[in-house]
């Protein structure tokens, strides 16, 4: 219930932040544009329109997970807040836990309300309902899950500058991850390649939830392949919440 209660005013917090609506403004700027190009390009045009429309969603939804996410613990805590949240008897996982509810409950909204919009426009071009486009948005939920909990964990001991900056590098990281598969491959058996497995091991792997190509193409996609994306997103979340949780436990407010 606590939780909850935290949530619910994270929520309505982060619903008050105009930089939010003005990244929804951007995504649906985005998302048009997208018509325009399909316009002045050679090729399959609705194609074209559902790839520039995913990209817009992941990335403004990426941009708002960050941009909100790096500032929820730290305005508490530069504020001073948090010494009237901590008198009250509530425990500091349970304040971490519902700031990061009540974000992610604010992402599944501004994601529904651009999902709308890009649906809204493809059934102006193709009169049916791309049902098959909800699969790589909700993977695309799925990562600003994971992302929103990279931003919590940053925020609770640095500041908003370098926590964005930190959670982009992660974002980056997690999407260029591929290479390092390439490079142990080559690598020449020994320490060295031991040492970039364990590495390997620990980065983020955010092509995980990348369904983008299969779904606008409308490639094959092994059905285990939704499952193993939706546990490695659920319990990387938690490996990072649990992180944030114990430093956030150890941090000296005064």
């Not at 193409?217 to 990072?240: A, C, K, Q, R």
Request: aromatic residues 16%.
């Amino acid at each position: 219930m606590k939780i909850l209660t935290v949530a619910l005013n994270t929520f309505r917090e982060a619903i008050r932040d105009r930089i939010l609506y003005l990244l929804l403004f951007f995504a649906a700027i985005g998302i048009a544009f997208s018509r325009f190009l399909a316009l002045l390009t050679v090729g399959d045009r609705v194609k074209i329109i559902k790839d520039v429309g995913l990209a817009s969603i992941s990335l403004f939804g990426m941009l708002m997970a960050i941009l909100i996410g790096t500032g929820l613990v730290y305005k508490e805590i530069d504020k001073k807040t948090i010494f009237t949240l901590m008198a009250k008897p509530i425990h500091r996982y349970q304040f971490l836990l519902g700031k990061y509810l009540g974000l992610v409950f604010t992402l599944a909204v501004m994601i529904g309300l651009m999902s709308f919009i890009f649906l809204a426009l493809i059934f102006a071009h193709t009169l049916t309902i791309e049902w098959k486009l909800l699969i790589a948005i909700l993977f695309i939920f799925i990562e600003l899950c994971v992302i929103t909990a990279v931003a919590i964990l940053f925020s609770c001991f640095s500041t908003p500058i370098l926590s964005s900056l930190y959670s982009l590098a992660f974002y980056l990281i997690g999407h260029l991850s591929w290479g390092m598969e390439t490079l142990i491959a080559k690598t020449k058996p020994g320490w060295g390649k031991t040492l970039l497995k364990i590495i390997y091991t620990f980065l983020p792997d955010l092509e995980n939830f990348n369904f983008k190509t299969e779904v606008v193409h409308n490639l094959p996609i092994p059905g285990n392949i939704y499952w193993h994306s939706f546990l490695y997103g659920f319990f990387y979340s938690l490996f990072l919440l649990a992180l944030a949780m114990l430093i956030f436990h150890r941090k000296d407010f005064v």
